[in-house]
């Protein structure tokens, strides 16, 4: 019998390349990719848009509701720049993405992101604000940072991260 598999968060700043590397990941390992900013605006849970923030506005227990079932069963690797209101018993491993700043800048210029919320990203990114995030939110020996400058880091994020799934068991 194939036991319960793993439940994997990929946080980082926006443009670390958390969904680049879920994609990836989900293709090696047949995990199931949900990207939380999709699934809120697909959803709708959210509490209409900030336009300071040029975002959407969380709502975290429609999101937390949505997803509880499905966690639950394990299998999910859980895309999403933010990390302290999911309830810590879904995770099994928590992937913070890091990127150096000036090659984050330039991702996020490409990406047509207005002067604020380039800067607040670029800052958040510069603090280490998500990793600080999810140490404080998860047992220390699920957090891991790994870094995002290149393509081949990707490649190499995927494959260490494709081990882990493989060799992971309850
Ligand atoms: P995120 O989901 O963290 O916002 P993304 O996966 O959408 O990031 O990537 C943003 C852009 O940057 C996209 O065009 C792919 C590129 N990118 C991401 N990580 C990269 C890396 N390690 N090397 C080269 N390009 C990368």
Redesign the pocket.
Same mark, same amino acid.
Do not use: E, F, M, Q
């Given at each position: 019998m194939v036991g319960k598999r793993p439940n994997i968060l990929v946080t &980082? #700043?926006? &443009?670390? &390349?958390? #969904?680049?590397?879920?994609?990836a990941l989900a293709e090696a390992t047949q995990l199931r990719h949900i990207?939380i900013g999709e699934l809120v605006k697909e959803k709708n849970l959210h509490d209409g848009w900030d336009d300071e923030l040029d975002s959407y506005i969380l709502n975290e227990d429609l999101v937390c509701d949505e997803l509880e079932d499905v966690m639950e069963n394990g299998g999910n690797i859980v895309?999403y720049?933010g990390c302290d209101f999911f309830p810590e018993r879904w995770f099994d491993y928590v992937v913070v993405?890091q990127?150096d700043n000036t090659?984050l800048y330039d %991702?996020l210029t %490409? %990406?047509g992101y207005k002067e604020s919320k380039l800067t607040n990203n670029v800052e958040s990114e510069i603090f280490q604000v998500l990793l600080e995030e999810a140490k404080e939110s998860y047992a220390e020996d699920k957090v891991i940072a790994l870094k995002?400058?290149?393509?081949e880091?990707?490649d190499s994020n995927v494959a260490t991260l494709t081990d882990w799934v493989r060799n992971w068991s309850i």
């Open positions: &980082g #700043t926006p &443009g670390t &390349g958390k #969904t680049t590397t879920a994609t990207n895309d720049h993405l990127t090659i %991702r %490409r %990406r995002s400058n290149t393509i880091d990707i």
